[in-house]
């Protein structure tokens, strides 16, 4: 009985010390570590929003304006840094625009005594710059109210050259705050006829015509 009961004991500890030997070793053991650049592949991830869908523009302020084009609503970019860009965003050759004045060829048929006709063209560089230029025709045939002579011009030509500066010209074009000189300048000759002059002594009145004048 006490062989067996030694036996059984002896069997007990070296399974005991068995036992001990595999896992301290599995403690000791090097575990192979994973590829840094595998970590950082699954730990990234996208920042900000999906802009697949969305276009940009700026505000008067300088702010990003993220319009989604699938539904069409606008909202501020918040992180984006509002503030002046440097460089323009629009094209060099932004805008044309072609004007023709009419008032003045209505105002001849209904009755008025000077005036003409004229066009003009303005040309948007990056929706900053916008030089301007005119070119006309005008006539005048008048004897003013309660004056005493008739001034008469043949027509003539006239130009006008300039330009403006827009302020926000990296904002919305349809937004403009700007500033500018114009330049005019025409040929034309003139007379003064049909003056007449009233004296308290001599009787009756003396019509005087000024010759030809030109500039």
């Known amino acids: 009985m006490m062989k067996r009961l030694l036996k059984l004991l002896l069997i007990t500890a070296a399974v005991a010390v068995f036992t001990d030997t595999v896992t301290a070793q599995r403690r000791i053991n090097p575990v192979k570590q994973p590829d840094p650049t595998t970590l950082q592949r699954k730990a990234k991830k996208p920042s900000g929003p999906d802009r697949s869908n969305l276009a940009e523009r700026l505000d008067a302020q300088g702010n990003v304006v993220l319009v989604d084009t699938v539904t069409g609503l606008e909202f501020v970019d918040t992180t984006a840094v509002a503030g002046h860009v440097v460089g323009n965003i629009y094209p060099l050759l932004h805008s044309v625009t072609v004007g023709l004045d009419v008032w003045d060829p209505v105002m001849r048929i209904i009755g008025q005594d000077y005036g003409g006709a004229s066009v003009w063209g303005t040309i948007g560089l990056h929706n ?87 500039t």
């Open 128 to 214: 900053r710059f916008f030089p301007r230029f005119e070119f006309g025709m005008s006539q005048a045939d008048i004897t003013p109210d309660g004056m005493n002579f008739t001034f008469k011009s043949p027509m003539a030509p006239f130009f006008k050259i300039g330009c403006a500066y827009n302020i926000f010209y990296n904002s919305d074009p349809d937004y403009q705050l700007s500033f500018g000189a114009n330049y005019a300048f025409t040929p034309f000759s003139y007379t003064i006829e049909n003056v007449k002059l009233l004296s308290d002594y001599w009787p009756g009145e003396t019509d005087l015509t000024f010759p030809k004048t030109s």
